[in-house]
């Protein structure tokens, strides 16, 4: 028979199946740790993170401390793997649809559209405390949250890209808020913030900097452009043309800017968060391939939900607009200093080899596929393989599997691969390809 339990400390109710009795569980809204009691039934959504007892479960990969993992399930009709299910963010770019919700956005409770519930991801709980890595990127999405709604993939995409020390492009309809969440980040992490606005008369020397002359030494000396910055927002980078796109290129690879034979080095942690709108859009250029490929993730964000959407006006209600005073209403919550720790951290991930395997497998496999006439680089293993530690990372483990690779490959490959004429002409989307790419590949099992 079926019955309830709830947390002790916030009081949200749960219902579990009984197969989960005396385990341990994180309770979604506050993250505190759950005794299944023995005897429980099943719902369709337990809706939070089950940690498996330590003397039943042997960490997969070689890891030292028992974890939880996503099983790979067999795609019906396929020979390999189908990719796990998405985590709380539901992969990159991706807009599920909402707890509580229809299917075409309408709240199933009267009452979810006259009220936002705060549900931001949290970091896994075991019997051992969490990671550095997850307690600090807590810290940030819960300020985040404050004055930015919904977007959960956006917000851990930027994150999981700041511990792989990797930058980002972002592409959206406009007023979507993606430049008051990157004003947001820089004021909560403590760096020096810039904006580019990219129009078609931009010249490389305006993002880089020149010399100018100094009548007082009588000579030339350089004057800094406004990419002397820690984190910066390339705005609309779309409506540049391509002379000023490869005045990024050394600065985006090598955190550097060469004047006359000089190397001028930005400060670090640097990171350039790039909107641009479709490449439909009137007035735009074609961002060249290799700029392109200096961007470790590409997002695509959808319109929110309606409940996420109902939050928004009601922030917008308030007699100071969640988009006014940011500095007033939000604290930084760490420090450059802190963030170039966190990326160390996330570095010393490890991958076994039958991780390495797999994404090197992904990577060839899409020089291969018949509707891609341009395949991934060797460059793009190697994101994939940033990504996933930094995915792993978050998740407060100090080993990578195979679920990590799966979360950030489309948003690590959609925008190295090109399509063929054909696969355009019918209309197929580069994630629908990656997705099936993804299911032929063999999953490496433990």
Known sequence: MPISFACGQCGRSYRVDDALGGR???CKSCGAPLDIPAAATPTADLGFDVVPNAASHRAPFAAPAPQTRAEAHPAPGQGGFAPAPPRTFGGFGANPTNE????????SDPEAATRHVD?????????HPP?????????IVVEVNKVFVGQDALIRGVLTALLADGHVLIESVPGLGKTLLVRALARLL???????????????????????YDERIHDFRFRPGPVFTQLLLADEINRAPAKTHAALLEIMQEARVTVDGVNHHIERPFIVL???????????????????????FKLVIDYPSLREETAILRLHTLETPPDAGLDERLAAVTSPHEVLEMQRLAARVRVDERVLGYIAAIVRKTRQW???????????????????????????????VPDDVQEVVRAALRHRVVLTPEAEVEGRGVDELLVELLRSVEVPLR
């Open 24 to 26: 341990r569980v994180t």
């Open 131 to 139: 990671s550095p890595v997850a307690l600090w990127a807590r810290s």
């Open 190 to 212: 403590g760096c020096a913030f810039n904006r580019i606005q990219f129009t078609p008369d931009l010249m490389p020397s305006d993002v880089t900097g020149s010399p100018i």
């Open 119 to 127: 549900e931001s991801w949290t970091p896994p709980s075991d019997d």
């Open 370 to 400: 018949p509707t891609l006439s341009l395949g991934a680089s060797p460059r793009a293993g190697v994101a994939v393989l940033r990504g996933a530690r930094a995915a792993a990372a978050l998740e407060g483990r100090d080993y990578a």
């Open 100 to 107: 509580g919700e229809q299917s075409d956005g309408t709240p």
């Open 274 to 296: 790039a909107t641009q709108n479709p490449i439909e859009s009137e007035g735009t250029y074609h961002l060249p391939e290799a700029q392109l490929d200096r961007f470790l």
